[in-house]
């Protein structure tokens, strides 16, 4: 590797706050260059905290430093087509934060504009670039499990009103789908594949219009069934379990795993463990990162394909329950 590349970060939100820790803790392996705000003061002041060399009060502004070579989009899913837009026409390549874009539709634009412009896009879909995921597809590869015939997965929390503004706000594309949906189907998707033959879901609504919580049954041509349900307002615990004809996996906090397990038909049960090297974060940042320093414009673990499907899969499951958001219409 020449040199690190110099970050600049979209907005100054929570998940903002731990992608700058973890390049902090990633040392000269990242440079987290500039930090932006729509205000200068927590621009500033998140610079401050996190010993960033420039802080800006606007996201152009820090756009048009030419020093800036990537940017990490943090704002709601809402706006994550409006900002890699603008970062894209400021020549920058753009690691965004799940879900990708509100649909399909801007998610294809997202890539066939960073295409045309030579520039990387990546969905930070961290879970997937998780190590511990090589294992478990090396488990289901040597075909441990047998055949792979059901994946469950489910994920409910419980917010306070300060959050839940963008967790719910239509405005924002809130609702559970896109906020934590997404984990559910890019789990059964890296397991399944992207291409469901058949989608089945049930919802419950809240107060603003959007998702509380939903159930999603997906179909694959090979006869293997994905069953989803993601909650806010209602614990779960955040469980993956992978189900074959020899035995099953259950993978908790299947987001963010350290461990599985395999629990096999003939009696067998052992653990596979993994710690994470910071807190899970710095393996996109790394996977981005390498891609661009090796003029790479597609990442080879989460694919433009991939988060294209995720969306359309998404599209499809709004679809079902004649959810459009203000900034479809
Ligand atoms: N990978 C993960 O584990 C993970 C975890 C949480 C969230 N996320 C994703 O990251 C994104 C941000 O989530 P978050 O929890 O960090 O959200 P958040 O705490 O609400 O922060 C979002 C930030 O976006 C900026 N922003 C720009 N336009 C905005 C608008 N109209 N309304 C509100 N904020 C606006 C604000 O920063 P400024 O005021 O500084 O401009 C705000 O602080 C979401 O897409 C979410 O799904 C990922």
Not at 91 to 104: A, Q, W, Y
Not at 213 to 233: D, K, M, P, V
Not at 298 to 304: R, V
Request: hydrophobic content about 40%; proline content about 2%; aromatic content about 10%.
């Amino acid at each position: 590797m020449n040199k690190a590349l110099n970050w600049g970060i979209l907005s100054t939100g929570t998940i903002a706050h731990k992608f700058a820790k973890t390049i902090k803790a990633m040392g000269e392996e990242a440079v987290l260059y500039a930090a932006s705000s729509r205000d200068l003061k927590k621009a500033e002041d998140f610079a401050e905290e996190y010993g960033i060399v420039k802080a800006y009060g606007s996201y152009e502004e820090m756009l048009s430093d030419e020093n800036v070579e990537a940017v990490y989009v943090a704002t709601p899913h809402s706006h994550h087509f409006d900002h890699m837009m603008l970062c894209l026409e400021h020549g920058k390549h753009v690691l965004c934060e799940k879900s990708f874009t509100v649909n399909r539709q801007q998610a294809e634009v997202i890539f066939k504009t960073a295409k045309e412009k030579n520039l990387f896009v990546m969905e930070g879909f961290w879970t997937k670039f998780l190590p511990i995921y090589r294992e478990v597809e090396k488990v289901l590869a040597d075909g441990v499990l047998g055949d792979i015939r059901l994946v469950t997965a489910q994920y409910g929390y419980c917010t306070g009103t300060e959050r839940g503004i963008r967790k719910f706000d239509p405005q924002l594309a809130g609702g559970t789908l896109l906020d934590i949906g997404v984990y559910a189907v890019g789990f059964a998707s890296m397991i399944l594949g992207y291409q469901p033959k058949a989608i089945e879901t049930q919802v419950r609504f809240n107060d603003m219009g959007t998702d509380e919580f939903s159930s999603i049954l997906l179909q694959y041509e090979n006869g293997a069934i994905a069953q989803l349900t993601t909650a806010i307002q209602t614990t779960m615990p955040v469980l993956g379990c992978i189900y074959g004809s020899k035995g099953y996996m259950q993978i908790n906090d299947f987001k963010s795993p350290s461990k599985f397990t395999v629990i096999l038909n003939n009696g067998t049960e052992y653990d596979v463990k993994m710690d994470l090297e910071i807190n899970g974060f710095e393996y996109e940042i790394r996977e981005a990162q390498n891609c661009i320093m090796n003029n790479q414009l597609e990442s080879s673990i989460q694919t433009p394909e991939q988060s294209i499907a995720v969306m359309d899969i998404m599209d499809q499951v709004r679809r079902k329950w004649g959810l459009v958001y203000p900034m479809e219409k």
